[in-house]
């Protein structure tokens, strides 16, 4: 009989081998090139790691899955507008936990367990489901630690106040214990960032 620990090994096995097919490439901390997605999600992993090493099963799949194949659903097939971009996001999140909960399903695990983490990975619940609220978080803090200022290097026609905006609902869908979680120096903000940051969640 499979015990739990080899189940969840699998499920991981399995949508680490999902993300391992991500065509574009991205260079780790260790000078190597990887798949983005791949390396998005063991981000993701070590985050929730730091953040909250005794979170349930539940989110430790979530948090593995939160991105899984997401180059199969891209934006630019949906309207270049606002109704588009949200349509993109709805289909994306679906898209997202159905292919979780169906390798989940190939590694063994129960419908109620898959539920748990299609829920967290459809976004489903925020502010009211904690476990949804946890993905939320480590999705937050692995953005600002590691994408932020890649992001902010793309749009160099975006005004101060823009930037601003973009910190603050970041920080608005973060729980209290991610915001102390991010000030307290566990967190590797990006320096160059670091006043906007400041500015934008104290006002200073």
Do not use: C
């Amino acid at each position: 009989m499979i015990t739990d620990r080899q189940r969840f090994e699998r499920a991981i096995a399995l949508f680490d081998a999902a993300n391992g097919e991500d065509p574009r490439q991205e260079t780790g901390p260790d000078g190597e090139r990887h798949p983005r997605e791949l390396l998005y999600s063991r981000r993701m992993t070590e985050m929730l790691e730091r953040y909250a090493p005794e979170a349930p099963e539940a989110v430790k799949l979530a948090v593995r899955a939160q991105h899984i194949q997401r180059w199969k659903s891209a934006r630019e097939s949906y309207p270049m507008d606002r109704n588009g971009y949200l349509q993109w996001r709805t289909n994306l999140y679906k898209f997202h936990a159905d292919t979780a909960g169906r390798l989940m399903q190939e590694a063994g695990y129960d419908d109620a367990t898959i539920e748990r983490v299609k829920k967290a990975v459809g976004k489903r619940g925020l502010k009211v489901n904690p476990e949804t609220q946890m993905l939320e978080d480590v999705t937050s803090l692995v953005f600002i630690e590691y994408y932020m200022l890649e992001f902010v290097q793309q749009k160099p026609d975006y005004s101060e106040e823009k930037w601003l905006d973009i910190v603050r609902k970041t920080w608005k869908k973060m729980s209290a214990e991610a915001h102390a979680f991010a000030l307290s120096g566990k967190l590797g903000l990006p320096a160059p960032l670091v006043p906007l940051i400041t500015k934008a969640v104290t006002g200073a």
